[in-house]
């Protein structure tokens, strides 16, 4: 029986068998798609709030902390960042994978 959706060859054996990928541009190949963008997103906030666990230390052995230092918003900045790529970011995508497959 062939396969519920249009495959490639498999791209790799597994012990479990054969990983078969979806054909480019087929609404399977674009869901997989926006889940691996979203699992990126996901890392690159990670990645911003690693950056501010590690810079915070840093800020904090500022002596001139009380003048108008830009580094001293980076911080804040970089933990909204964060939160607008791994909410907002990952919502656009996922509304953008849902229009492209209606559109097929």
Same mark, same amino acid.
């Given at each position: 029986?062939?396969?519920?959706?249009?495959?490639?060859?498999?791209?790799?054996?597994?012990? *479990?068998?054969?990983?078969?990928?979806? %054909?480019?541009?087929? &609404? /399977?190949? #674009? =869901? $997989?798609? *926006?889940?691996?963008?979203?699992?990126? %997103?996901?890392?690159? &906030? /990670?990645? #911003? =709030? $690693?950056?501010?666990?590690?810079?915070?230390?840093? %800020?904090?052995?500022?002596?001139?902390?009380?003048?108008?230092?830009?580094?001293?918003?980076?911080?804040?900045?970089?933990?909204?960042?964060?939160?607008?790529?791994?909410?907002?970011?990952?919502?656009?995508?996922?509304?953008?994978?849902?229009?492209?497959?209606?559109?097929?």
């Amino acid at each position: 029986m062939p396969p519920s959706c249009p495959v490639t060859p498999p791209a790799h054996h597994t012990p *479990a068998g054969p990983v078969w990928m979806p %054909l480019s541009g087929s &609404a /399977a190949f #674009l =869901r $997989q798609q *926006a889940e691996l963008d979203c699992t990126t %997103l996901v890392q690159v &906030a /990670a990645y #911003l =709030r $690693q950056t501010v666990w590690e810079i915070t230390p840093l %800020l904090e052995t500022l002596y001139f902390k009380a003048a108008p230092l830009a580094v001293l918003e980076c911080c804040t900045t970089l933990e909204a960042l964060a939160q607008e790529v791994e909410q907002d970011d990952v919502q656009t995508v996922a509304a953008r994978v849902r229009e492209q497959v209606r559109a097929l």
